[in-house]
Antibody, heavy 120, light 110 residues
């Protein structure tokens, strides 16, 4: 059973960079056909796709966030990471990591999510 | 790339059927058969219920079914049960390796 777990600071100051890591267990992060994704949910709101990376480092981002987002993968640690720069209060959200499976065109495994608050 | 449109709420009594709609455009829902649906209970992560418009992952009850017509996809929950009370989100491929979600629908079992 694939499991994903987010980790990182729960509080970030405005204008700083939000950094989160997702650790994958129970499956290989290096298998083809999967993209390792970040999705966020503003308090009481819907889901927003942030972007994803393949195990080889090919990345794709939401156009609305592209200028501030970097997603990277470290296969040796079975981890992938999110960096979101120049954050504001509007970036306060629960951040989920998830596995996108190409064969199903869907996000089939999710982490439990981590709340990141942007505040001074 | 705008969010897909879902009704904010839906409800039904136990045993009844409820259908939740998800409206997009020809650039997302209408253009691809990559619509999926997710169930989210309060304080929990979303869970995949339907993928590729109509397919159910193993372990998902066959009370859950999906369909699509034009730019609108739908999730139907038949034989409503108390544990079906949750938020439901649709998602669609939007081209150029990008994805869009709906705003969510809160399903209440009366």
């Amino acid at each position: 059973q694939v499991q994903l777990q987010e980790s990182g600071p729960g509080l970030v100051k405005p204008s700083q960079t939000l950094s989160l890591t997702c650790t994958v267990s129970g499956g290989s992060i290096s298998s083809g056909g999967y993209y390792w994704s970040w999705i966020r949910q503003h308090p009481g709101k819907g889901l927003e796709w942030i972007g994803y990376t393949s195990y080889s480092g090919s990345t794709y981002y939401n156009p609305s966030l592209k200028s501030r987002v970097t997603i990277s993968v470290d296969t040796s640690k079975t981890q992938f990471s999110l960096k979101l720069s120049s954050v504001t209060a509007a970036d306060t959200a629960v951040y989920y990591c998830a596995r996108y499976y190409d064969n199903s065109g869907s996000f089939d495994y999710w982490g439990q999510g981590t709340l990141v608050t942007v505040s001074s | 790339q705008s969010a897909l449109t879902q009704p904010p709420s839906a409800s039904g009594s136990p045993g009844q059927s409820v259908t939740i709609s998800c409206t997009g455009t020809s650039s997302d829902v209408g253009g691809y058969n990559y619509v999926s649906w997710y169930q989210q209970h309060p304080g929990k992560a979303p869970s995949l219920m339907i993928y590729e418009v109509t397919k159910r992952p193993s372990g998902v009850p066959d009370r859950f079914s999906g369909s699509k017509s034009g730019n609108t996809a739908s999730l139907t929950v038949s034989g409503l049960q108390a544990e079906d009370e949750a938020d439901y989100y649709c998602s669609s491929y939007a081209g150029s390796n990008s994805w869009v979600f709906g705003g969510g629908t809160r399903l209440t079992v009366l």
